[in-house]
T-cell receptor, first 110, second 114 residues
Framework: RKEVEQDPGPFNVPEGATVAFNCTYS??????FFWYRQDCRKEPKLLMS???SGNEDGRFTAQLNRASQYISLLIRDSKLSDSATYLC???????????FGTGTSLTVIP | DAGITQSPRYKITETGRQVTLMCHQI?????MFWYRQDLGHGLRLIYY???????DKGEVPDGYVVSRSKTENFPLTLESATRSQTSVYFC?????????????FGAGTRLSVL
């Protein structure tokens, strides 16, 4: 069983739409959670960390549900520039066990 | 801003050859990582290092060797390249507990083993 599972998509949404991605993790000892963004053939870049109480950064909202072991990312008012692959990342301990999902592909259509 | 650089960016080699991928970071971050990214697998950890002269295996270490004689450099060597090692390799670093485990990635090395 993979440590982190994501729906690969693709998600094709019109500009201005709201889209949500979910990610599940298998290890209940997971401590830190992140969403990274990866553009085609580029390196992953941190989009946002995910905190227990949920957090928001502009049009992006991240939620964590420890009981069900999933995290989510909500993107409101989608822009063309949001087109990318979104990676769910889980840290098992405060050391170096980072596990990446395979990514969810988003294309925002004019 | 290229705080972490990888070289070469592209490499084609033949089966059985030794290949070294370089990684350099300017921040003196304690932790450095090597990942490979393949379709259907996402990023998988090959090796990591907590400090100079301290390295440890990740999820997929077989066929790879690392060293870390200086804090800023973390080369990855494929001792005898195989076709299954064709992949995109990313190096990453993080400072430590202070930065809440955020990793910063290099631009990647695309390696093809023929």
């Amino acid at each position: 069983r993979k440590e982190v599972e994501q729906d690969p998509g693709p998600f094709n949404v019109p500009e201005g739409a709201t889209v949500a991605f979910n990610c599940t993790y298998s290890n209940s000892a997971s401590q830190s959670f992140f969403w990274y963004r990866q553009d085609c053939r580029k390196e992953p870049k941190l989009l946002m960390s995910v905190y227990s109480s949920g957090n928001e950064d502009g049009r992006f909202t991240a939620q964590l549900n420890r009981a069900s072991q999933y995290i989510s990312l909500l993107i409101r008012d989608s822009k063309l520039s949001d087109s990318a692959t979104y990676l769910c990342v889980v840290n098992i301990n405060t050391g170096n066990q980072f596990y990446f999902g395979t990514g969810t592909s988003l294309t925002v259509i004019p | 801003d290229a705080g972490i650089t990888q070289s070469p960016r592209y490499k084609i080699t033949e089966t059985g050859r030794q290949v070294t991928l370089m990684c350099h970071q300017i921040w003196s971050h304690s932790y450095m990582f090597w990942y490979r990214q393949d379709l259907g697998h996402g990023l998988r950890l090959i090796y990591y290092s907590a400090a100079a002269d301290i390295t440890d295996k990740g999820e997929v270490p077989d066929g790879y060797v690392v060293s870390r004689s200086k804090t800023e450099n973390f080369p990855l060597t494929l001792e005898s390249a195989t076709r299954s090692q064709t992949s995109v390799y990313f190096c990453a670093s993080r400072q430590g507990a202070q930065d809440k485990n955020i990793q910063y990635f290099g631009a990647g090395t695309r390696l093809s083993v023929l």
